[in-house]
């Protein structure tokens, strides 16, 4: 278990040494929209730790699979969710 967090991502990929941009197969994500301060945060980990998407049709080459199982525990930072997602490629 790695920490990551999504105000301090840099700092805390630096300080890991092992947690490398743009190589999640797969993400997962459940509870995590709940603030609307941390909604852009979120989007910017994401953005950064997803594997970008690769015309190549090599296994390595795929981009992530990325699952973020939702509850609307604040309406604001669901829509601002929604809204600022395709910003940020996702």
């Not at 993400?27 to 994401?46: K, M």
């Not at 199982?69 to 929604?82: E, G, K, M, T």
Request: hydrophobic fraction near 35%; include cysteine; aromatic fraction near 8%.
């Amino acid at each position: 278990v790695k920490q990551l967090r999504w105000d301090h991502l840099d700092e805390d990929i630096d300080t890991t040494g092992d947690l490398e941009p743009h190589s999640f197969d797969t993400i997962v994500g459940t509870d995590v929209v709940f603030s609307p301060a941390l909604v852009r945060p979120l989007l910017e980990t994401i953005q950064r730790m997803a594997k970008k998407y690769s015309k190549d049709d090599d296994e390595n080459n795929r981009q992530s699979l990325i699952y973020l199982c939702l509850q609307i525990r604040c309406p604001d930072s669901h829509a601002l969710l929604f809204s600022e997602a395709h910003s940020y490629g996702l």
